[in-house]
């Protein structure tokens, strides 16, 4: 059986919608609500695709989301299903990164240094193995991780950020966990 | 069992009797909680790593203007109930539950009041005046002032149970459990039934019965605006009962005769930035945003000119219009929803199907034929659907083929 669906509230899924239609009218009040009800969520996607710069990533990810607010700003009136305004946003957080890894010369995810020597406490370097082995996944399966731990999202919820059914993101964080648990124990202490 | 399966379970993802399912091959099967238990370890690990990036993350979030990580979420109890069920010593099961941080222990001395949530840093006066600052998670003790900066909202849990929202630049001294002394700005409470509840403003005194309304005070005067059960407003030496969608105002010399609040979704859309830091999925966001599209509807409604069918404006106003149909407030307005329906006939499509089938079995029966056309045509004539029939009432197994039909459609989108 399938886990439940439908359980985010389709009142949210309206409620964006609508303040997405506002806002491709040029309401920027209504933008800034879309970002502060989704920011999150859109930041989870911009770490899952943003280039890893070593201790940079965060700092990438960031930059990332604050260009793809203003691209999807700017092309806010192109937006014909405002209904999908998530999945939408999330497209443009996916393909800034894309370009701004292009531009510098970087594969998206890839992880440039070894992270940083600090802290070199045995719980530290696990936080670490974990965090590299989490960069080391598939797009897909990096993103659906990023959106369960990093946004705390729902599978329903999940599912409408990334276009997906609830049953795929089920898949994908299933097999996202049995790599992840793969990759370290593959790579003991 | 499948991993995915097994995932779910883990996610509090599963419907009720399916992870009951779970739960009872769990206690069968050794091989299979050995598994569940390694999934749980990975699982927090996951957790604790990203509770670490999110606060590394915070400072990028005030940058770009959003709220903070949000409370707990998933397999919990609502946030507003968390500090309660920690002083009713439940922490340790949500413990077990294992989506959240602790709840905060409450003090050994009394206290009247927590504050779950706040957007930023407030202030606390204790009865001797002296003044600290404070954060979400502060317990409350009988006879602190609370006071709200500019800019800054916060929610508290009262003792009883009741809920307390403020906004920005409002101070509250909470005398005891169930009273409160407004002496500035504007307060939102939901008020637990039981023994009335008082808030005094300046010379006005509010007793509530229950459930929900909010007071604001601004110099001498007050408004108070009961949005459901009743309370009674007293202020120089006149009384007022106030029924739900009532109002009254003190202006200083007199107290106004009770009148009705024009739009509750509106009086209290301060509390939508409290929203967006509790989570996108809220009960009560999700309740406010219900009624904030049903009074969209119905304003919609009324300033509906033919032209705007035909406009870009058609996609911003079906939803609205669909949800305003079938609110119960609009029961009383049969002209305006009668409109609705021929509105809708023109500007529905799929994104409105479920509140269209609702509507087939609405009382009437002009709504019903409207919404028999309006389904017929989104249906492709595959719902084989008489306006005259659904007019003069549909058999329930076609009512029941339209709501599986609206489903999938509700599905897909």
Request: charged share 25%; glycine share 8%.
């Amino acid at each position: 059986m399938s886990p439940q669906d439908g359980r985010s509230s389709a009142t949210g899924s309206d409620a964006t919608a609508l303040l997405a239609a506002q806002a491709a009218r040029g309401e920027r009040a209504a933008f800034e609500a879309l970002l502060a009800l989704h920011g999150r969520t859109l930041l989870a996607i911009a770490r899952a695709h943003a280039p890893a710069n070593g201790r940079a990533r965060s700092g990438e990810a960031e930059e990332v989301l604050q260009e793809s607010a203003l691209r999807a700003w700017r092309d806010l009136a192109r937006l014909d299903r405002p209904e999908r305004f998530l999945a939408w946003f999330a497209a443009i957080v996916q393909n800034t990164a894309v370009d701004r890894a292009r531009r510098e010369g970087l594969r998206a995810g890839e992880e440039l240094e070894d992270p940083p020597a600090r802290e070199r406490g045995p719980s530290e370097a696990f936080r670490l193995r974990l965090l590299g082995a989490v960069q080391r996944l598939p797009a897909p399966l990096r993103e659906v991780i990023e959106l369960a731990y990093f946004a705390e999202l729902t599978y329903a919820e999940i599912a409408a950020a990334t276009a997906a059914s609830v049953s795929t993101v089920n898949l994908r964080l299933s097999q996202a966990r049995t790599a992840l648990r793969a990759a370290l124990e593959d790579e003991p202490e | 069992m499948s991993d995915e399966r097994l995932h779910a379970f883990l996610d509090g993802e599963l419907a009720h009797e399916e992870a009951e399912a779970v739960a009872r091959a769990l206690a069968e099967d050794g091989a299979l909680r050995a598994r569940l238990a390694e999934l749980r370890a990975l699982d927090g690990s996951l957790r604790e790593l990203y509770a670490a990036e999110r606060g590394a993350a915070a400072p990028a979030l005030a940058r770009l203007g959003l709220p903070p990580a949000a409370g707990p979420r998933r397999r919990t109890l609502s946030w507003w109930l968390l500090p309660l069920a920690a002083a009713a010593g439940l922490a340790a099961g949500f413990l077990l539950a294992g989506r959240r941080a602790a709840p905060a222990v409450p003090p050994a001395r009394p206290f009247v009041a927590v504050a779950t949530l706040a957007t930023g840093p407030f202030w606390v006066e204790d009865a001797t005046g002296a003044a600290r600052e404070a954060r979400a998670g502060e317990f409350l003790p009988p006879g602190a002032r609370v006071r709200a900066p500019e800019g800054v909202r916060l929610a508290l849990v009262l003792e009883d149970g009741s809920e307390l929202r403020l906004d920005r630049g409002s101070a509250v001294e909470l005398v005891a459990a169930r009273e409160l002394v407004l002496e500035t700005g504007r307060a939102w409470s939901r008020v637990e039934p039981g023994a009335p509840f008082r808030i005094r403003c300046g010379p006005t005194q509010v007793e509530v019965l229950g459930t929900e309304l909010s007071v604001a005070r601004e110099g001498e005067r007050t408004e108070v605006q009961l949005f459901h059960g009743s309370a009674r407003v007293e202020a120089g030496g006149a009384a007022r009962a106030l029924a739900a969608g009532q109002s009254a105002r003190w202006d200083g010399a007199a107290l106004s005769e009770p009148y009705r609040i024009q739009s509750e979704a509106l009086a209290t859309g301060w509390m939508l930035e409290l929203y967006a830091y509790s989570g996108t999925h809220h009960k009560d966001l999700a309740e406010h945003l219900d009624r904030l599209l049903i009074e969209m509807g119905r304003r919609k409604l009324v300033s509906f000119e033919e032209r705007v069918l035909e406009s870009e404006l058609a996609g911003v106003c079906r939803v609205p219009i669909a949800r305003y149909l079938v609110s119960e407030g609009a029961q009383a307005e049969p002209e305006a929803r009668r409109k609705a329906a021929r509105v809708l006939e023109t500007i529905a499509d799929a994104s409105v199907a479920v509140p269209l089938v609702k509507a087939l079995t609405d009382p009437d029966p002009e709504v019903r034929r409207s919404a028999a056309r309006v389904l017929q045509r989104l249906s492709g004539g595959t719902l084989r659907l008489d306006p005259e029939r659904s007019a003069a009432g549909l058999e329930p197994a076609k009512v029941l083929e339209c709501e599986t039909w609206a489903a999938e459609r509700a599905g897909v989108r």
